[in-house]
């Protein structure tokens, strides 16, 4: 990787964010890294976002409003973190010259496609947080078109943050039985393995390797939240016949899921960079972590 010295990462605090850092941490080519959590910056102040892109020659955004069921309720509020404040970035970036990659989602889809979703396919979010990433994405495409890389990734887990490989190793401890839902499709993905696909891609920005544009970053493979509970379970030697299929119906929640977010990563052959690991060898290496809980 070509060397950036001066990095700039926001949403620090979350757990991407603190993946991100660790990834960089791990590069030896890192120089100066600048973290801030929501606390340092408010990514909606268009002022204090200028200040912080300032000096720095790539920014990485890890900031986000994460409640997909929350946003349908304020989805105004969820656009002004989502949509409008990345618009700051985007702005700040092209008048600094720094180069901006941000985190997306496959929320963009409607989720009812049948083979996996290339990046250019066309974008028909179903609910109030797919629409908010979506108008993000489409102030990285405006303002900064040259310099500006949208990274789509889904199904995120790790160690420092709530999601569903945690809580379904927890219950384990606590339910004999769990109901899983078997007919939601996608790309369970690791956030450390994500912070470094996120690393690499700005390097080979910086060093010219890599187009502008929208990129994919989620694990190779495709399964079921059903069947990533079971391998799951299987890997920390518990019993993958507790988890039972059902189905999204019933499951009410005020926001959609997409059926559908299996992703397709043509593009990372453009930037010179290898597609991200399968999902089950992404998820046995991510699980020997003894500070994945459960």
Request: proline residues 5%; aromatic residues 6%; glycine residues 10%.
């Amino acid at each position: 990787m070509t060397a950036a010295d001066r990095w700039l990462v926001t949403g620090a605090g979350g757990m991407l964010g603190r993946d991100l850092l660790a990834a960089l941490t791990d590069h030896p080519d890192t120089r100066s890294v600048t973290a801030l959590t929501r606390t340092d910056l408010d990514i909606t102040d268009p002022t204090a976002v200028a200040a912080a892109v300032d000096g720095h020659q790539v920014v990485i955004n890890a900031a986000a409003w994460t409640d997909v069921d929350g946003a349908e309720a304020a989805e105004e509020a969820a656009t002004a973190v989502n949509g409008t404040a990345v618009a700051h970035l985007a702005r700040a970036c092209a008048d600094s010259g720094a180069r901006l990659v941000h985190v997306s989602t496959d929320y963009v889809f409607a989720g009812d496609g049948t083979s996996p979703y290339p990046e250019d396919a066309p974008t028909s979010p179903v609910n109030g947080y797919g629409r908010s990433k979506l108008v993000g994405e489409q102030a990285v495409a405006r303002l900064l078109p040259e310099r500006g890389y949208v990274v789509r990734t889904a199904w995120l887990y790790g160690t420092h943050g709530p999601n569903f490989v945690a809580t379904m190793l927890r219950l384990a401890g606590e339910r004999e039985h769990l109901d899983v839902v078997d007919d939601q499709h996608g790309q369970p993905t690791w956030s450390y393995a994500l912070g470094r696909q996120l690393v690499a891609l700005a390097g080979a920005s910086v060093a010219g390797t890599a187009p502008a544009g929208i990129y994919h970053a989620t694990a190779s493979g495709q399964t079921t939240w059903c069947g990533l509970a079971r391998e799951a379970f299987a890997l920390r030697g518990l019993d993958p016949a507790r988890i039972r299929p059902t189905t999204s119906a019933n499951f009410h929640r005020p926001a959609a899921r997409p059926a559908y977010s299996v992703l397709g990563h043509r593009r990372w052959a453009l930037a010179g960079l290898p597609v991200m690991a399968d999902w089950r060898s992404m998820l046995s290496t991510a699980l020997r972590d003894p500070a994945f809980g459960g």
